[in-house]
């Protein structure tokens, strides 16, 4: 992405904003931190989660509370162009909670444009 890693961080990691990049079916409602709830329009059910942030890592970890059916972590790193490289990591522990590789592909392809779209108007806005 072409920001820095700290402005990529801060944008993912805004709770506030989480649905301006997520995939569009997830809906993620703030609770007692680190605990939300996330709405899936795909199964439309409501599911306890975790959501912590850790800046001193540049990493956004998440995954379901009871259940421990579902865990990602999303990891933003530097280059030396000042660009910024995000690696996102899903494990699927339940067949319930995996709507297959074709799907998760393409979540993932779209809500990282999203999150690229969000940090360039972020910053473009920050600079002028």
Known sequence: MPAQHEQVFDQAANVGQLETWLPRDLHVEPEEPPAVT?????TDQDTSALLSARPEQMRLEWG???QGSYAGWLQAAGLDSGASE??????FFDDSHD???RTVDQALDGSLRRLED???MRTDNAAG
């Open 99 to 101: 709507p297959g590789p």
């Open 38 to 42: 996330v709405h899936e329009d795909r």
């Open 118 to 120: 969000q940090v360039r």
């Open 86 to 91: 995000v690696t996102v990591h899903l494990s």
């Open 64 to 66: 379901t509370r009871e």
